[in-house]
């Protein structure tokens, strides 16, 4: 299995453009969750998917970030307008049922916004 | 919802030492304790992790204990080793929800 993969690695933006991230979970996970990762606040939950349904948004920091999960195998993060407060890692995890079973994050996506 | 406060922040150990890092949660329907460790550009990366049924479980050099009552759980290290210098990430859930991670530790090993 490739694990969770998710793109582009890096992006780097110019301040009030959209910016939208990409997730592929394990193949089987029917849970999908996304974080962001600052060395001032840690890693914070964002929003988490199950079975394709977002159960809870409450991370979300504001209406400029939103999140969609068409299917079981494919989820974005979008930000727009894109602000330089938003300049973190954005890690996607995802685990099978109940219990966590192989949660597991992918490689991030480093974003710069200038 | 709910809360993890992790100890210290930075914790530097001679190698061979044993280090310790220790969690405490807030919501007493949480029931799984992972441990994640994360080297610098990388992702964080499950080492270990306990269950609210288990008091302690170990793996080689690692080990967590879990006190349910008290609402902590540790981390222990044996016989630190260069490799290990990370930072160190716990972790608590339960049901459906998200894990909710403390801020990290980030262990040096002194050679």
């Known amino acids: 299995d490739a694990g969770v993969i998710q793109s582009p690695r890096h992006e780097v933006t110019e301040m009030g453009q959209e910016v939208t991230l990409r997730c592929k979970p394990i193949s089987g996970h029917n849970s999908l969750f996304w974080y962001r990762q600052t060395m001032m606040r840690g890693l914070e939950l964002l929003i988490y998917f199950n079975n394709n349904v977002p159960i809870d948004d409450s991370g979300m920091p504001e209406d400029r970030f939103s999140a969609k999960m068409p299917n079981a195998s494919f989820s974005t993060l979008k930000i727009q307008p894109s602000e330089p407060r938003d300049s973190a890692v954005y890690f996607c995890?995802?685990?099978f049922g109940e219990g966590y079973y192989g949660y597991t994050f992918g490689s991030g996506t480093r974003l710069t916004v200038v | 919802g709910e809360n993890v406060e992790q100890h210290p922040s930075t914790l530097s150990v001679q190698e061979g030492d044993s280090a310790v890092i220790k969690c405490t949660y807030s919501d007493s329907a949480s029931n799984y304790f992972p441990w994640y460790k994360q080297e610098l550009g990388k992702r964080p990366q499950l080492i270990i992790d306990i269950r609210s049924n288990v008091g302690e479980k170990k793996d080689q050099r690692i080990a967590v204990t879990l006190n349910k009552t008290a609402k902590h759980f540790s981390l222990h290290i044996t016989e630190t080793q260069p490799e290990d210098s990370a930072v160190y990430f716990c972790?608590?859930?339960?049901?459906?929800?998200?894990?909710?991670f403390g801020k990290g530790t980030h262990l040096i090993i002194q050679p």
């Open positions: 972790a608590a859930g339960g049901g459906a929800d998200g894990l909710t």
């Open positions: 995890a995802s685990s």
